[in-house]
């Protein structure tokens, strides 16, 4: 079982960075791909970018590319999105998840890859 915890989600101004982070807990977690969703209000759930078990292998959204970025450490369970140049349109509830696959496919823009959800942090972008 892994529990996820995200957070650094807040109120910034179009242009800015965030930091999201989601801690993970549970001893497999190192063997899980990772990935980050968002839903806006009205929106479905979709998907903003992956990553494999060993940090080697990312993949991304096309409107996210360039601008956001995933990473994990595995010695501190956790996994990072490192948002830049945000903009109104990125507003939404940002979650974690956690996949028992290791490695990357074009499944994993899909929320049914995935057996671990966290709560969601919300980022809101004002112009």
């Known amino acids: 079982q892994v529990q996820l915890v995200e957070s650094g989600g807040g109120l910034v101004q179009a242009g800015d960075s965030l930091r999201l982070s989601c801690a993970a807990s549970?001893?497999?977690?190192?063997?899980?791909?990772m990935g980050w969703f968002r839903q806006a209000p009205g929106k479905e759930r979709e998907f903003v970018a992956a990553i494999n078990w060993s940090g080697s292998s990312t993949y991304y959204v096309e409107n996210s590319k360039g601008r956001f970025t995933i990473s994990r450490d595995n010695a501190k369970n956790t996994v990072y999105l490192q948002m830049n140049s945000l903009a109104p349109e990125d507003t939404a509830v940002y979650y974690c998840?956690?996949?028992?696959?290791?490695?990357?496919?074009?499944?994993?823009?899909?929320?049914?890859?995935?057996?671990?959800w966290g709560q969601g942090t919300q980022v809101t972008v004002s112009s």
């Open positions: 998840a956690g996949s028992v696959t290791r490695t990357l496919s074009l499944r994993m823009r899909s929320t049914d890859a995935y057996d671990y």
């Open positions: 549970g001893r497999t977690y190192s063997s899980y791909a």
